[in-house]
């Protein structure tokens, strides 16, 4: 009889694995003796300082996420104080303070939510080990409304999204609001952000009945202790389609009239609801211009109708024509900027950072700093819709910071983005940011389990557009997966590199628009002969046999032309022309030298190779963690990189082999030779890739 | 300065709210101490004995799960060994015994999955307090093939789906395979489910391509440690959707040789794939057919191309004819009875519960006893499609019961469809049952966090359909909240109403297929007009001036004739047919006399009201349980129970009110009268329910 003894087996009292829900409120004790005890004593009582004297909701969700978050970092069951104060500062209805008094930390806001917000960053400051001894903060948001865009369908199904189904349990609300929503608002608050539009551009005008708006309301309650208030996706034919009429014409008074009555009603349900967002004549959606109205004839009318309850109308101006041939980068200038000074005070014009569509790279839309009498909201992608669709890692601050940092030129030197978008450019009182949020039922809720730092990033930025990229990432890092440095350097090294990286092995030096057809994922700039020529990839590259790129200085479509005189100059030479834009806005031949000496095509196929390699180094990288992260995280990363690896390699490939059909030209040393030829890579099809918007 | 000191906020140690995940593998420690150390000596070690000498994954999982559980449960750190032993009974593949070797419990198995199934045996005794003194437990299971069906589509929705999207994450399958998928194979394999259909019967051929065999081939890798195998349905038109064939006639060459490569290829990734499911010209699907071949030739095809490898087919027979003008609770019968002795050997012959549609009842199919050449598959649905779609309570181990028992006399007293479907009524070796899984990627795998019961109940049932369902309510509510009376009692009281009270309250008396247009949801006794007769509710309920029930005697439709002569005589009689039956088989004047002495109209609308009266009663039940339960999960079921309650009185007053236009008599006493009238009952549509195809 053969025995075995086995043994004990495992660790039995291992930790539950991390499963990412809690995000980056993470309260784990801090185990460094020392740094506990030089924070701890500093934070023995906590006092609230703010003019409104009754205790609320969101009071006691701060107290709540402070006793929680002291007694976890450091064991500290802090004492409360609320004391009736008007803060010394002007810190507006979101700011706040924080001092230190003796053992004890003065918050100090105008609102209940300025507490809150202060509440957060004084954990934030804990988590991330920052000294608590001199502690003197002021802290206000520089833009106004701060939102996420959730792109949900009422069916669950989320467009662009990749991290499961909808937060919005629309079929058991209102009776049962999920305790998850509770955390959403906790993880939004945190960083800022104090809206979301719940629902899906390509709208569904039964949002807008009874039934739904009291489920809505049910939701608004939640986040309402938060600081968030919610919006709603408005379908512009919602008057024929829920209301029985016969026309959604804006200059129809009865249209005016259903309109004015659907606002009362939505405000009878939700007495702070924000407003609606809008996409109107734009992929099929109806709007004004089927009635022979323009663009600012539909916002104001919504407007008029939202105005008397204190609601704004957003308006997407990612519109690009059915008929016109001319180049799409231009579109949404050509419908938006004529109407420049006809919107009503209430309307933002929004706007997407690049004239394309959320590509990994883009230069700025060519609207901001175009419509100076029109306050602009600016919408970024935190859903990595033509980044890699979440199997990717791309931290997107970079490109965030990009854009609220590009300088416009429109008022002279120092009309960057953010200070268009805050208002401060041009003196507009409302300002608003929009993320199309990468949320979802997905446990971690992101998918990717690091690209919680895309939602945690939005929102920083969101809050102060002036934030360093490497400053978020630090502080993400720290607050996920604590200040050890053998982790820290190492992972904040791999998101500052990433979103350049998947630039690199995708659309390199202003490359644009060449992916596969029938989704977002994969490369196919080989796409042509589509119903539409603007939906192709070869209008985009424009290769030929002598060159490649899309000429738009005045020599070809002149798309440069619509940006401030300052700013042409520099992009319209290729050689001030900053690299990373060169084929944006240049055909060239492709010999032309670059900057490194080396010809166009050899430099293209290195940022190709360059992409792969920064990819294997993650990998190598994050191997090294292992042991320093939790075991179940560890290894959904590292799997997430061995895709991330493939396609890099596979959108490589690709490209090269097809580009070097035209380029006629060796691949240059250090290049990888292809394993598989063209055809493979025309004739691959992913098996699946979610996110349309039917699924 | 007003000061307002708050204190400590909250309970600052609170144990995280129970958010569901952990189902009835709960290995909280018994917090009595007496059971603690009545228990405890005894499982100081465990003995593997098994004729399989070498360790194994499956062994593995077992000794894991040992560990865990006894160790959380009651702080045991167990021994373990092996011995290389051969069981003294017959245990078959899969049968296990559990012995007491003084401090040692002895688990003995011819292969390593019966070991695994006697650990969590032995942790199911643990969990419930059964003593474990005089240990001596033989168990088999009675049915080879214990299946979930998942109609999982590939873009992530759950057809007929309550509980979020799919479990199967196929976009970034093979690299990630979730670490939730261990936990589904470990609840199943606790309940001894050894297989699961991973896809929709109304199938997709890209499932059968082969980057998606090598996504499917990584799940298996995880399920096949807890003994389950995957099976997938197969789309009739394969051949010609992903194959390039011009035709699927199942009797050409070309196609059968498709097919056999297929399975060949399927096995090269699979080596242990379970087989085909397959819905065949039924509801728009390919099938047979449409090449003028009967379900024999299309079922015999792929069994033919699966037999090398052992793998079966599972060929549906839920079919309704497009074009006959019969009974629609005939057409199974019609279609598939002729066919008895024309299957190959690895056919089953997968039949729905009951004739019609998983309605909350519905009598035995006919096919149960009419086919007794060829095993017969028993397909139950444990997801609540007709059952108000886990918003309702609704445990169904009574509804399967009442299936499993049912005696169908088809040869002699005695040949209950458990019977036939173990194969021990003609002796058929190959023997499947099949559940339509409940289960999606809420974080409580199932939306209502009470139907986790109906998941554990199909199992249990599955592997023994002799059990009693009040003895699989008790086990789960222990397993799942623990021993205390206080909890037990009531808890299992609303378990064992609650199907009884689905029925009462919206298809009572026989009365089935009332839903409204459109969903399964809600009332809609009034459907008419719909493309197909037997698409309406007034094609079920046959309601008329004179009296209301579906004449099925040889008077009428003689469905009931399609059954045994034994079974005929007992339900052709209105006064020996049982009443829960009444109107399925027999169309009645209202004046009927009920046994209760009641008229039928009254008893009609007094099992209405009962239904909302149960509901309510349990909602009083479940609010005295508050403190005894998980405040979360407590909130959580209140919410629903509020819904269910509306719900039951939406279709009480719905179908009255209906049915009162034809009865034109007043409600007996003790039924409340309707708030809103029958036109408002009408135009009601909820705003969304999910789970159908597209989404």
């Known amino acids: 009889m053969l025995v075995v003894c086995c043994g004990v087996f495992g660790a039995l009292a291992a930790l539950r694995a991390d499963d990412g829900y809690r995000l980056w409120l993470r309260y784990d004790r801090i185990t460094d003796e020392a740094a506990r005890s030089a924070i701890a004593p500093h934070v023995q009582a906590i006092r609230f300082a703010t003019p409104?004297?009754?205790?609320?909701?969101t009071l006691a969700a701060a107290r709540q996420e402070l006793a929680t978050g002291l007694h976890g970092l450091l064991g500290v069951v802090p004492r409360f104080?609320?004391?009736?104060?008007?803060?010394?500062?002007?810190?507006?209805?979101?700011?706040?303070?924080?001092?230190?008094?003796?053992?004890t930390i003065v918050i100090s806001a105008r609102r209940d939510i300025g507490i809150l917000y202060g509440a957060f960053d004084l954990l934030r400051r804990i988590q991330t080990r920052q000294p608590l001894a001199a502690l003197n903060v002021t802290s206000v948001p520089r833009i106004q409304r701060r939102l996420l865009n959730h792109w949900d369908n009422l069916n669950g199904t989320v467009a662009r999204g990749y991290a499961g189904g909808s937060l919005w349990n629309w079929f058991t609300l209102p009776d049962h609001v999920d305790a998850r929503i509770t955390d959403y608002?906790?993880?939004?608050?945190?960083?800022?952000?104090?809206?979301?539009v719940l629902t899906n551009v390509n709208a569904n005008a039964r949002f807008l009945t009874p039934q739904m708006l009291e489920k809505t309301a049910a939701l608004a309650g939640?986040?309402?202790?938060?600081?968030m208030r919610v919006y709603l996706t408005a379908r512009f034919s919602a008057p024929v389609e829920i209301g029985g009429l016969h026309t959604a014409d804006p200059l129809d008074p009865e249209v005016r009239m259903w309109w004015a009555h659907k606002a009362d009603e939505i405000y009878g349900y939700i007495p702070d609801f924000g407003g609606f967002l809008v996409k109107a004549n734009s992929e099929g959606q109806p709007g004004p211009q089927d009635y022979q109205r323009s663009h600012a004839d539909g916002a104001n009318m919504m407007a008029d109708a939202l105005a008397p309850h204190g609601g704004i109308v957003m308006w997407r101006a990612f519109v690009y024509s059915h008929e016109a041939p001319d180049d799409r980068a231009k579109q949404g200038h050509q419908e938006f900027a004529p109407l420049d000074g006809k919107f009503l005070p209430n309307v933002v014009v929004q706007v997407k950072n690049g004239p394309i569509d959320f590509m990994p790279r883009e230069p700025v839309h060519p609207l901001f700093g175009a419509m100076p009498k029109t306050?602009?909201?600016?919408?970024?992608?935190?859903?990595q819709e033509y980044l890699g669709c979440s199997t990717q890692l791309a931290f997107l601050a970079p490109l965030f910071e990009e854009v609220l940092d590009t300088d416009t030129h429109a008022n002279g030197i120092g009309t960057t983005v953010g200070r268009i978008i805050d208002g401060s450019a041009d003196g507009h009182s409302l300002s608003v940011i929009a993320g199309v949020a990468n949320t979802g039922n997905d446990r971690n809720w992101t998918g990717h389990p690091l690209a919680q730092s895309n939602w945690y990033a939005f929102g920083r930025l969101a809050w102060d557009h002036t934030l360093a990229s490497s400053t978020i990432a630090d502080e993400w890092t720290r607050q996920t997966f604590g200040n050890d440095t053998r982790v820290v350097q190492p992972l904040t090294r791999m998101l500052m590199e990433s979103r350049e990286?998947?630039?690199?092995?995708?659309?390199p030096l202003g490359l644009h628009h060449i992916m596969a057809e029938g989704h977002h994922y994969g490369p196919g700039p080989w796409v042509a002969d589509l119903p539409r020529a603007d939906w192709t990839s070869v209008y985009y590259h424009r290769a030929t046999g002598q060159g490649i790129g899309f000429d738009r200085t005045a020599?070809?479509?002149?798309?440069?032309?619509?940006?401030?005189?300052?700013?042409?100059?520099?992009?319209?030479?290729?050689?001030?022309?900053?690299?990373?834009?060169?084929?944006?806005?240049?055909?060239?031949p492709w010999d032309h030298t670059m900057r490194s000496g080396r010809t166009l095509w050899d430099e293209i196929a290195l940022h190709y190779q360059k992409g792969v390699e920064s990819v294997r180094s993650w990998q190598t990288t994050w191997a090294g963690l292992q042991g320093a992260i939790d075991p179940q995280l560890h290894a959904h990363v590292s799997a997430l990189l061995r895709i991330q690896e493939q396609e890099a390699r596979r959108w490589r490939d690709a490209c090269l082999l097809y580009f070097q059909t035209f380029a006629k030209r060796p691949l240059p040393a250090g290049v990888e030779p292809p394993e598989r030829d063209l055809d493979y890579h025309k004739n691959y099809q992913p098996a699946y890739v979610p996110g349309r918007d039917g699924a």
């Open 52 to 57: 409104q004297a009754e205790d609320s909701a």
């Open 81 to 103: 104080q609320s004391v009736a104060a008007t803060p010394g500062a002007d810190l507006g209805d979101e700011g706040f303070q924080l001092q230190r008094d003796g053992g």
């Open 185 to 196: 608002a906790r993880a939004c608050a945190s960083v800022g952000i104090n809206g979301a």
């Open 222 to 227: 939640v986040l309402r202790t938060y600081g």
């Open 375 to 383: 306050p602009l909201a600016l919408e970024l992608q935190i859903s």
């Open 501 to 507: 990286t998947v630039v690199n092995y995708s659309m």
């Open 555 to 588: 020599t070809g479509s002149n798309a440069l032309g619509l940006h401030a005189p300052d700013f042409v100059k520099r992009y319209a030479d290729p050689a001030t022309c900053p690299e990373e834009f060169l084929l944006w806005f240049h055909h060239l």
